[in-house]
């Protein structure tokens, strides 16, 4: 970025139900934004193309696009499908070109990554980690997600991080029905024991209407500090943030911050697994804009 006045971005969040679109510099700047079903790509596409244009018209040209998009995404440069939603279960959504779209319509750069690493990057520059490095955000929303910030950068390889397969032990000392696991490719993994979505087929009522003395938290939170733990081990992370619709309720977090610390059992003695385990374990900052800020930080980053 060269000029001081911070550049003008187009934000897509693009997400399973809903494309959250908006213009702006940043989180004291963000001038619309709007939300468009997610239908067929032609479809939903064209509302987001139709949004952008009429936003182009009315507040000036962008310097760049960020999109962070419910996935598998493809993120290697080198290559065909480079900027393709892929093998999502999504129907319709198989092979998508996003970027080139984008780009051939806007003449502009587009950054593409996970909504979730979108998030981190956000809450890296804005919110709950603040230039906090390595930095982890995940989601547990209709699904289980996580993104991962090493060294300022977010983290690509073999595809992107997929912290919501990550095995963990069937939550076998809660006192709820024992560990079904609703991933159609795993048996004992987190987002098939504590998305949204398998919280609703196991008990039956979504996971808004479980009460806070439900057993089903038990467990939420047994899974989740496993996560955590294989997390804190393999990414030496400075902090982690745990944002989406189940993780706000108010007592999950000191919950999963008690197990955590259980079944870390002492190894790591470090402040952030003791007394400061408050500021290791956090929910976002930005509260529910941690996707739209985040691909707007993405835009910003391309430049
Ligand atoms: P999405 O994953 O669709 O992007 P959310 O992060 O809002 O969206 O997650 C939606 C899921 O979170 C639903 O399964 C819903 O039941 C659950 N949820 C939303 N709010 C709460 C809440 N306050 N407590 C527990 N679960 C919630
Ligand atoms: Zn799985």
Not at 205 to 213: G, S
Not at 232 to 248: A, D, H, Y
Request: charged letters at 15%; a neutral charge; glycine letters at 14%.
């Amino acid at each position: 970025m060269s000029s001081s006045a911070p550049p003008l971005i187009a934000a897509i969040e693009a997400g399973g139900t809903k494309f959250v679109c908006a213009v702006g510099t940043g989180p004291e700047d963000l001038r619309d934004v709007t939300r468009i079903p997610t239908t067929t790509p032609e479809e939903t596409m064209g509302e987001v193309c139709r949004y952008l244009t009429m936003m182009k018209a009315k507040h000036g040209d962008f310097a760049a696009i960020g999109v962070g998009s419910f996935g598998p995404i493809d993120l290697d440069t080198s290559s065909k499908s480079f900027g393709y939603i892929t093998t999502t279960p999504k129907p319709g959504w198989q092979y998508v070109d996003v970027v080139n779209m984008l780009r051939t319509r806007y003449h502009v750069p587009v950054a593409f990554d996970t909504d979730v690493n979108a998030a981190v990057l956000g809450e890296y520059l804005w919110g709950a980690g603040k230039g906090i490095d390595p930095l982890i955000y995940i989601t547990v929303g209709t699904g289980v997600g996580g993104g991962v910030l090493v060294h300022g950068q977010l983290l690509h390889g073999l595809l992107h991080p997929e912290i919501g397969h990550l095995v963990v032990p069937p939550p076998l000392n809660s006192t709820a029905v024992q560990g079904i696991c609703h991933c159609p490719f795993h048996k004992s993994c987190v987002e098939g024991y504590i998305s949204g979505a398998a919280l609703a087929v196991r008990w039956g009522v979504k996971a808004d209407a479980l009460p806070e003395d439900h057993p089903a938290w038990d467990e939420v939170a047994g899974v989740m500090a496993h996560a955590l733990m294989n997390l804190t081990l393999s990414l030496c992370p400075k902090r982690i943030i745990l944002g989406g619709g189940v993780m706000e309720q108010p007592h999950i977090l000191p919950l999963i911050r008690g197990k955590l610390s259980k079944v870390m059992n002492g190894y790591l003695r470090v402040p952030e697994l003791g007394r400061e385990i408050d500021q290791f374990i956090v929910g976002p900052g930005l509260k529910g804009k941690s996707g739209i800020l985040g691909a707007l930080a993405l835009g910003r980053y391309v430049l």
